[in-house]
């Protein structure tokens, strides 16, 4: 079973920056794509951001120029990077990761427990 812990959330004013971190543990043979959601009041969880192990990455469009997501294979942890922060980012956002656990499974979808953004003045 692989776990992952999130960190790195908290308030921060408009125009702020924040980076969440995202490292999994647990028995894990190898993890393929990794990716940051996100789900507001009242709304449904939304892709912001994903990696492949490869390193291609796909943001969704409210996003693009602002956040930075990055990997660190070797630590199995990846990056979220939040720049010019505007209140409609404000959401809980989760880590997610596809994970193999032994050379026989297969892909397995983990969560995050979820950290708490919020871009308030």
């Known amino acids: 079973q692989a776990q992952l812990v999130e960190s790195g959330g908290g308030l921060v004013q408009p125009g702020g920056s924040l980076r969440l971190s995202c490292r999994a543990s647990?028995?894990?043979?190898?993890?393929?794509?990794m990716g940051w959601y996100r789900q507001a009041p009242g709304n449904q969880r939304e892709l912001v951001v994903s990696?492949?192990?490869?390193?291609?990455?796909n943001y969704a469009d409210s996003v693009k120029g602002r956040f930075t997501i990055s990997r660190d294979n070797a630590k199995n942890t990846v990056y979220l990077q939040m720049n010019s922060l505007k209140p409609e980012d404000t959401a809980v956002y989760y880590c997610?990761?596809?994970?193999?656990?032994?050379?026989?499974?297969?892909?397995?979808?983990?969560w995050g427990q979820g950290t708490q953004v919020t871009v308030s003045s």
């Open positions: 997610n990761a596809e994970i193999v656990i032994t050379r026989y499974s297969g892909r397995t979808s983990s």
């Open positions: 647990g028995s894990i043979f190898r993890i393929y794509d």
């Open positions: 990696i492949t192990d490869g390193g291609s990455r």
